[in-house]
C-alpha cells in the first residue's frame, strides 16, 4: 500500500525567506504526485503535480517541486514566502492500476506560519 | 473552471440520526471521492465512484454508505451518526478511466455529532 510522510507538522518561516516543506512517499511503481495547498475555512488547491518527465516541476503562486526517485521525495520550495502562503500544505500520492479511479493518499499536513 | 459544490457548509445532528451529505459537481467528471479531515491525520479516502451507481471503498468506510445515482451527485450517507464521526468531510471530483488527473475539491461539510 502506498503511503505518504510530510516529517515537519509546523514550519514558522519569516516573510521574504525561502521555504522548503518535505515530503516522502513509499509506493512500488512510478508514483503520480501531487502538492495541495488548504487556506483557512477553504477547501483544497492543486499547487502542482508530477507525472512524468522533467523532475522540477513548476506550478501555481511561485511554488516548485522536485521529484528525486532514489530518495523517494517530491519536496515543495519557494523562493520568497509571502504572508498569504500562510496555510496548511498536504503532499498526497495515487497509483494508477489501469483500471477505473483511484483515491489519493494524503500526507497528514505540514502547517506553515509566516511571521512578518 | 471545475466546481465542486458541498450541501452544507456546517452541519450539526444527534447520535443515531442518519445524515445525508451531497456533493454535486458540473464539469461532467465520471470519478467523484469522499474524504474525511481530521486534524493530524490529514485526509483519508472513505468512498469513490468511477460511474453511475458504481462505488468502491476508501481507506475508511466503517459506517458510511454513499450513493451515486446521477453522474453529477454523490451522496455521503451516516446510517447511525456516532460522536466520532464529527470531522470535516470533503468531496472531489475528477476526470475518468485512461489515466490520472488531478482531483477538484468542494470547500467542504463540517459535521458535529451530539
Known amino acids: 500500500a502506498q503511503s505518504v510522510t510530510q516529517p515537519d507538522i509546523h514550519i514558522t518561516v519569516s516573510e521574504g525567506a525561502s521555504l522548503e516543506l518535505r515530503c516522502n512517499y513509499s509506493?512500488?511503481?512510478?508514483?503520480?504526485l501531487f502538492w495541495y495547498v488548504q487556506s483557512p475555512g477553504q477547501g483544497l488547491q492543486l499547487l502542482l503535480k508530477?507525472?512524468?518527465?522533467?523532475?522540477l516541476v513548476q506550478g501555481i503562486k511561485g511554488f516548485e517541486a522536485e521529484f528525486k526517485r532514489s530518495q523517494s521525495s517530491f519536496n515543495l520550495r519557494k523562493p520568497s514566502v509571502h504572508w498569504s502562503d500562510a496555510a496548511e500544505y498536504f503532499c498526497?500520492?495515487?497509483?494508477?492500476?489501469?483500471?477505473?479511479?483511484?483515491?489519493?493518499?494524503f500526507g497528514k499536513g505540514t502547517h506553515l506560519i509566516i511571521q512578518p | 473552471d471545475v466546481k465542486v459544490t458541498q450541501s452544507s457548509r456546517y452541519l450539526v445532528k444527534r447520535t443515531g440520526e442518519k445524515v445525508f451529505l451531497e456533493c454535486v459537481q458540473d464539469?461532467?467528471?465520471?470519478?467523484m471521492f469522499w474524504y474525511r479531515q481530521d486534524p493530524g491525520l490529514g485526509l483519508r479516502l472513505i468512498y469513490f465512484?468511477?460511474?453511475?451507481?458504481?462505488?468502491e471503498k476508501g481507506d475508511i468506510p466503517e459506517g458510511y454508505s454513499v450513493s451515486r445515482e446521477k453522474k453529477e451527485r454523490f451522496s455521503l450517507i451516516l446510517e447511525s451518526a456516532s460522536t466520532n464521526q464529527t470531522s470535516m468531510y470533503l468531496c472531489?471530483?475528477?476526470?475518468?478511466?485512461?489515466?490520472?488527473?488531478?482531483?477538484?475539491f468542494g470547500p467542504g461539510t463540517r459535521l458535529t455529532v451530539l
Open positions: 472531489a471530483s475528477s476526470k475518468g478511466s485512461g489515466g490520472v488527473y488531478e482531483q477538484f
Open positions: 509506493y512500488g511503481a512510478t508514483p503520480y
Open positions: 508530477y507525472f512524468s518527465g522533467d523532475t
Open positions: 498526497a500520492v495515487v497509483g494508477y492500476s489501469g483500471g477505473g479511479a483511484d483515491g489519493l493518499t
Open positions: 464539469m461532467d467528471h465520471e470519478n
Open positions: 465512484s468511477y460511474d453511475v451507481k458504481m462505488k
